[in-house]
């Protein structure tokens, strides 16, 4: 049962645009970027909402590794294709104006396909591929991110946790939305953790001395200094659940994250330049949007994908569970639960709050102040 406060969904959406523009983001590009934070509270994705507002996004802008202003430059286009600059702007506002395109040029064409070079972090990447699916098309996107993940065998954080994402429509009342990161955890789901007060889970993530650890600061700090880094889906360092399989993917979002647009990649990717100092991150995503009727028709693929989950969920479940998901489900159902009543926020998120309408005087009174 949930007991932490809830902030309206209006007035969270107002605030951080407000604190974004007092930060130099456009207004236009503010709303965005609020829309797409509040997305992840929307689906109960807390490792990417209102939680990382202020130290992924608003601390960035302050310390110069994130530009406000989103200067997007298109260095190449095709009928089908896009690759773009976002010059260390809002990766969200770059990723924004790459979907519409793509999702143009797939009505017209049947597919597309673009990339994104020198960006910045997205947000969360099922908002990318469901602006396709709730279009009828079909969305796929990646990003690479500061390396946390250490391949098969080894212990040295090399790859992003690199999310391989998939969104497709359905005849039900949502689309089918797999967002998920190539690791067992990711770095956002730590930064819950230790935001949380609560630990690690045990085997997510590996240090180079093998010992276990699960306390959330440290392990932080460790991925920072590059003495820890997360394990790959299926675990590690070695093979024996096939840990291969998610350091695979995880290599195949790193490449067509940098290689389609020429991007940096791997370490470079870390903010901190070789003498130690931090440096813009120059991230890079790609994109591809499909549209089912240049094959059997829209109507035909969501009948049949509708069928798909219907039929997986109506499978014989395991003993001692009463209900199958598929993928998309329960983030539509977090949504049916909290539509009415806002986002829930916890003590550390509320005093980021506070901290910065009272840094900008701006005219908030939260409820959560009010008990």
């Known amino acids: 049962m949930e007991t932490r406060p809830y902030v309206p969904w209006e007035m969270m959406g107002n605030f951080m645009i407000d604190v974004f523009k007092a930060y130099g983001v456009p207004e236009e590009d503010a709303k965005v970027c609020a829309d797409v934070l509040l997305e992840s509270d929307r689906r109960g994705i807390e490792s990417h ?41 809002m990766g969200m506002v770059a990723s924004k104006k790459m979907m519409e395109m793509l999702i143009e040029k797939a009505k017209k064409c049947g597919m597309a396909g673009g990339a994104i070079k020198n960006s910045t972090h997205y947000g969360i990447a099922g908002y990318w591929t469901d602006m396709a699916a709730n279009e009828g098309l079909i969305g796929v996107t990646g990003t690479n991110a500061r390396p946390s993940i250490a391949p098969t ?179 539509y159902l977090v949504w049916q639960e909290r539509k009415d009543k806002g986002v829930p926020v916890g003590e550390a998120v509320q005093k980021e709050m506070i901290a910065l309408r009272d840094k900008l005087n701006l005219p908030y009174v939260f409820p959560f102040e009010e008990n």
Do not use: W
């Not at 260095?75 to 690759?83: G, L, M, Q, R, S």
């Open 49 to 89: 909402g209102s939680n990382r507002f202020k130290p992924i996004y608003i601390d960035r802008i302050i310390n110069g590794t994130l530009l406000p202003k989103t200067e997007i430059e298109i260095i190449k286009e095709t009928p089908t294709t896009v690759v773009m600059d976002a010059h260390d702007g």
């Open 153 to 331: 065998f080894g212990v040295e954080n090399m790859l992003g946790t690199n999310p391989l994402t998939f969104s497709m429509p359905t005849d039900e009342d949502f689309n089918f939305c797999l967002d998920c990161a190539t690791s067992i955890v990711q770095r956002g789901r730590v930064e819950y953790y230790a935001r949380s007060g609560r630990e690690t889970p045990a085997g997510m993530v590996v240090t180079h001395d093998g010992k276990p650890i699960t306390d959330s600061k440290e392990i932080l700090k460790m991925l920072t200094k590059g003495t820890a880094a997360l394990t790959p889906l299926g675990g590690g360092p070695g093979d024996e659940m096939a840990g291969y399989k998610g350091y695979g993917y995880a290599t195949v979002v790193e490449i067509l994250s940098s290689a389609l647009a020429g991007g940096e990649f791997m370490k470079s990717l870390s903010g901190v330049s070789p003498e130690g100092k931090t440096q813009m991150f120059h991230l890079g995503h790609f994109f591809f949007v499909v549209d089912p009727e240049a094959f059997m028709g829209l109507e035909t693929f969501k009948k049949t994908a509708g069928e798909i989950c219907r039929a997986l969920r109506a499978s014989t479940k395991a003993p001692g569970y009463d209900r199958i998901y598929t993928a998309g489900e329960k983030e």
